[in-house]
């Protein structure tokens, strides 16, 4: 079986985690920045932008995204609308796509359904010790900044492990 390169994102409103993967070596792991003072068709606009630029840079055959939390507040619905544009997209490139909740990712990564986003990180600097740089960062908002790439690392994780298992 070819070696496939994954696009994993873990979505949200204001900040995009972004890694893509070429079989389990990461190429690139980012955080992307949503306009926050926009309308939401023009940040539906950037979503299309941001997305369509990931899809030419890398060419990727698997969209691996998070499933958010259901919770109610006024960010829920805009951030289900954006989750819907990437996987419309994603469908229309021909990508794989697949959807794991959090609790999923912890489970698979460290093995602990209820691990913070700080396990997650330090569990993934095991395998790849280069990102440690990323941890403890002295800022509680850089950790927080920094906790979206290492989610969206975890989804590669988690996709990667479960394909190995089902093999």
Request: proline fraction near 4%; aromatic fraction near 10%.
């Amino acid at each position: 079986m070819p070696i496939k390169t994954i696009l994993t994102i873990d979505p949200g409103t204001r900040y995009w985690g972004v890694s893509v993967f070429h079989g389990t070596e990461i190429i690139v792991c980012m955080v992307k920045n949503l306009s926050a003072k926009d309308s939401a068709r023009n940040r539906l606009l950037e979503v299309r932008r941001i997305f369509l630029c990931l899809y030419k840079a890398y060419d990727p055959d698997v969209l691996v995204i998070e499933k958010p939390y259901c919770f109610w507040n006024s960010q829920s619905k805009y951030l289900e609308s954006i989750i819907k544009e990437v996987i419309r997209l994603s469908k229309k490139k021909h990508m794989k796509v697949i959807e794991f909740s959090p609790r999923t990712v912890r489970k698979v990564v460290c093995n602990d359904r209820n691990a913070t986003k700080q396990d997650i990180a330090k569990v993934i600097c095991l395998s790849y010790p280069e990102l440690k740089i990323y941890l403890n960062q002295n800022r509680k908002y850089k950790d927080k900044y920094w906790g979206h790439m290492f989610d969206s690392i975890g989804l590669g994780i988690c996709y990667l492990k479960k394909l190995k298992k089902s093999q």
